[in-house]
């Protein structure tokens, strides 16, 4: 998706190991987001970001943290991977925090 | 508290029928209401979005209908092409807060 990349797109990794996952993006955005993707669950937001060091919790954030020190980059890690953190991510951009987001294309994460 | 119930979960709709996903809220605050489109292997892309000011919103065959007093807003798809098998989610939010709130989203499938 223009603007915003996500890396990387396919990972495996084992029980129990830390996982950092990269979202950049090139239209210097105020607003970057992460969301799980689940069958039944829809999109849940993990945490997100409104500026470089301000970060906020979202409804699944246990197991999570985040890190922003530059505009262009917020990072997802997950701490000690479990099997229940497999699923899809995905990060978002907005500018002004409610209207016309854009999604990246996604991670998908494996734990096993 | 899940905020916006979307229904169906899934939907089987006949090349050139039209397509009817429907979403209800609960928090009369909410000023702005976006659907968005994903396609497999893709992130959400925003479709088209609505205010309760108006009752009806048309882009091409998508159509938003909102009815303030029933808090639902659904979307049509007139026309229905096998393109438009995607996942579509409704969502909401409030131009104070800087999140917003997604269904669960509907899985469409247009047969040929």
């Known amino acids: 998706d223009a603007g915003i990349t996500q890396s990387p797109r396919h990972k495996v990794t084992e029980t129990g190991t830390p996982v950092t996952l990269r979202c950049h993006q090139t239209?210097?955005?105020?607003?970057m987001y992460w969301y799980r993707q689940d069958p039944g669950h829809g999109l849940r937001l993990i945490h997100y970001?409104?500026?470089?060091?301000?970060?906020d919790k979202g409804e699944v954030s246990d197991g999570y943290s985040v890190s922003r020190s530059k505009t262009e980059d917020f990072l997802l890690t997950l701490e000690s991977a479990t099997s229940s953190q497999t699923s899809v991510y995905f990060c978002?951009?907005?500018?002004?925090?409610?209207?016309?987001?854009?999604f990246g294309s996604g991670t998908r994460l494996t734990v096993v | 508290q899940q905020q916006v119930k979307q229904s169906p979960q899934s939907l089987i709709v006949q090349k050139g029928g039209i397509s009817i996903i429907n979403c209800a809220y609960e928090?009369?605050?909410?000023?702005?209401f976006p659907w968005y489109q994903q396609f497999p292997g893709k992130g959400p892309a925003l479709l088209i979005a609505i205010r309760p000011d108006v009752s009806e919103k048309k882009e091409g065959r998508f159509t938003i209908s909102f009815n303030k007093s029933a808090k639902q807003f659904s979307l049509h798809i007139m026309d229905s092409q096998p393109g438009d098998s995607a996942t579509y989610f409704c969502?909401?939010?409030?131009?104070?807060?800087?999140?917003?709130?997604f269904g669960k989203g509907t899985r469409l499938h247009i047969l040929p």
């Open positions: 970001s409104y500026g470089v060091k301000d970060t």
């Open positions: 969502a909401a939010s409030i131009q104070q807060d800087d999140k917003i709130i």
């Open positions: 239209e210097n955005h105020r607003y």
């Open positions: 928090n009369t605050a909410f000023d702005y």
């Open positions: 978002a951009i907005s500018g002004d925090g409610n209207y016309g987001y854009t």
